[in-house]
C-alpha cells in the first residue's frame, strides 16, 4: 500500500483517535490504516510504540501484515479501499456499553487517588504536628543549658 501520509510525524489528535480507534472502537489495524491515510506497518509499529499493544501482538500483526498484503493487488492505494459506512444497533449498544464500564472505571481511579491524597494529607499533618512539637520541646532545654554555661 502506498498512502498519502506515510512517514509524517504524528499528531496528537490522530494519536488519540487511534487510541479511540484500536481500543474502544476495535477496528482493525487495515481499516485504522486506511482511515490515517498509512501503512499497516506503520500502524502496526505506532500501537506497539504507544503502549497499546505487547510484543507478541506486534509479531502477530506484521505476520497477518506480510500475509495479507500477499493477497492485494501492489497498486492498491488507502484511496482505493473500502470504509466502514454506518454503525449497526449492536455496534453501537457494545459501544455504549464499554463506555459506560470505561467512566465507572474512570470514577473509580478518580476515588481511589482521592482517598490516597486525603491519607497523605493526613500523614503530612500529624508529621507538621510532630515537628512543632519536638521543636518545642528542644527549644526551652537549649535554653537553659544556654543560660547554665553562663553562670
Known sequence: MTCKRSGNRWTVTELNSLQREYELLEMDVFAIANKHQRNVEGIIYKLYAEDMIDKKDFTNYLEMSKNKSMLYDANVTCDDATEPSVMSNDDISRLSSRMGELEDNVRDISVAIQGLLKERVKER???????????????????????????
Open 125 to 151: 499533618v500529624k508529621e507538621g504536628v510532630k515537628e512543632r512539637v519536638t521543636k518545642s520541646c528542644d527549644s526551652p532545654v537549649r535554653s537553659l543549658r544556654s543560660r547554665s554555661s553562663v553562670h
